[in-house]
């Protein structure tokens, strides 16, 4: 059945609206990766791509201590994200794009005159790449507008951070490269999405800084260490995947959270 839904959802583009519409406006979110905040004591997270809060109100979930620094370049849902919160004085919201490299645009597409702003990113290319790998409808049928944002450089900032989420469709590396001052410095657990295009770099970028690569098992509530095998699987996978990055001399997790 769930097989069916997901064939069905990247075939009809009436549907995709309104999934999107409905998931992000009611905060849903299906990533149980964020589950692994309710493991560290005073979570103090970054949280770059924050949409409309659906990761923002998922970390609050799991657990209600988290102080959250939230980075959302389009304005629209930066003015969406801080109205939602607006009573929560441990939920901080930047109007930014992060990145080691100036940003000028952001590109969304639309489809019957409605934003898909899950699919937006700083890259058309990418984007336009995106649809086609994970849809099954033509490009032709939307239309690719974009927006001007305002960038910076993460460790412009200098926030004591323990976990670092990023969702960017496309410039994790950047936004890596862009805090590497502070990754060095406080060792936070990094969530991120697997991306094809830059995760060889990104693997080689923080490895160098004693970082390891996990996939979270939500059943038993640990960290499971990766081999090249399951690596390679992941690449073959067209369903979005988050992984963890998790620096071996951190102690934001206890070892018998880790395997």
Known sequence: MINFIKKL????????????????DLKIN???EYKIVSYIDKPIILD???HKGESVANFKKFNPK??????????NLYKKIKKYFLFDKKIKIYNFAISNKKINN?????ALNKPLTLWASFNKKYLIQRWKKHTNIEISKIKIKKIKVVSKKLDQF???SNLLKIDTEGSEHEVIKSGLKQIKKYKPLIILEFNSNNFDEIKKTLYKLNYKVYNY?????????LNKKEIKNIYNDTNSKNLIFYNIKSKILKKTDIN
């Open 66 to 75: 988290s102080l959250v620094y939230s980075f959302e370049p389009n304005l």
């Open 217 to 225: 098992d939500h059943s038993n509530n640990k960290l499971l260490s």
């Open 106 to 110: 952001l590109y969304i597409p639309y």
């Open 158 to 160: 200098k926030i004591k």
């Open 48 to 50: 770059v791509g924050g």
């Open 30 to 32: 299906f990533e149980k």
């Open 9 to 24: 959802l990247k075939s009809n583009i009436i549907l995709i609206v309104l999934a999107e519409k409905l998931l992000t």
